[in-house]
């Protein structure tokens, strides 16, 4: 039986709409305000401030989990709590777009963002036909992948734009972002711990093949707009 069936909407009133939407946005902050509550709690003043650090620069282009994971294992936290602490951040993120995705389209920088990833989901389409036939592992694979405009937001673009239902695209993301976490974190505490490599060495190659990256999709953007 569908909800409808069962739930008269007519009968909700415009307040109880108003408060319903207001929900939606202010859950995904509370979720992320506990996250920071439970940091706060586990570590000390110093390793606390790092921590909240890399999650905020973790919004910043052009760096990703590639860059910051193997960061947070340098400056000495496990693997094991820096792979759930980033896959909890993308999976409130992905639930912000599910719920807010028109709200954040109307907002002038962030809209014009958000229609970047649309270009660039629907250039991946384009280049990767296979993803609409099986559109649930193309997500997966698309999340996993370290590309430019790829993770949690985009993929929550994505699956709007293949049709998939919001329960499809946040399982997907959860799997992909999973993987894609916790593959990190293993190989760089595998490669500081038995070659002894400073991963610092390795934050700045993968931050330095970002930008260029980054900056050639721009130049790229720019011109097939003009």
């Given amino acids: 039986m569908k909800f409808s069936e069962w739930v008269d909407i007519s009968r909700i009133t415009d307040n109880q709409k108003r408060?319903?939407?207001?929900?939606?946005?202010?859950?995904p902050f509370i979720l992320g305000a506990l996250l920071i509550l439970t940091l706060w709690i586990m570590y000390d003043n110093p390793q606390f401030i790092q921590i909240v650090s890399l999650i905020f620069l973790y919004f910043i282009p052009p760096a990703g989990k590639e860059s910051i994971i193997p960061a947070a294992i340098?400056?000495?936290?496990?693997?094991?709590?820096?792979?759930?602490?980033?896959?909890?951040?993308?999976m409130v993120l992905c639930?912000?777009?599910?719920?807010?995705?028109?709200?954040?389209?109307?907002?002038?920088?962030?809209?014009?963002w958000v229609y970047f990833l649309v270009q660039n989901g629907s250039n991946y389409l384009s280049k990767h036909s296979w993803v609409e036939r099986f559109c649930f592992m193309g997500l997966i694979t698309f999340?996993?992948?370290p590309l430019q405009g790829s993770g949690s937001i985009g993929g929550s673009i994505l699956g709007r734009i293949l049709g998939m239902s919001p329960y499809q695209i946040f399982t997907a993301v959860f799997i992909g972002?999973?993987?894609?976490?916790?593959?990190?974190?293993?190989?760089m505490f595998a490669i500081q711990e038995y070659l002894d490599l400073n991963l610092w060495y390795l934050v700045v190659l993968v931050l330095l093949l970002m930008f260029v990256m980054s900056s050639f999709s721009l130049i790229v953007y720019l011109?097939?707009?003009k």
Wanted: aromatic share 20%; charged share 10%; net charge positive.
């Fill in 143 to 145: 999340i996993f992948l």
């Fill in 74 to 90: 340098a400056l000495g936290f496990s693997w094991q709590t820096v792979c759930f602490v980033f896959t909890y951040v993308d």
């Fill in 223 to 225: 011109l097939r707009k």
């Fill in 95 to 112: 639930l912000f777009m599910l719920w807010n995705f028109n709200f954040v389209c109307k907002i002038p920088i962030l809209g014009r």
């Fill in 177 to 187: 972002t999973m993987v894609q976490s916790y593959l990190i974190g293993v190989s």
């Fill in 19 to 27: 408060i319903h939407r207001l929900l939606l946005f202010v859950i």
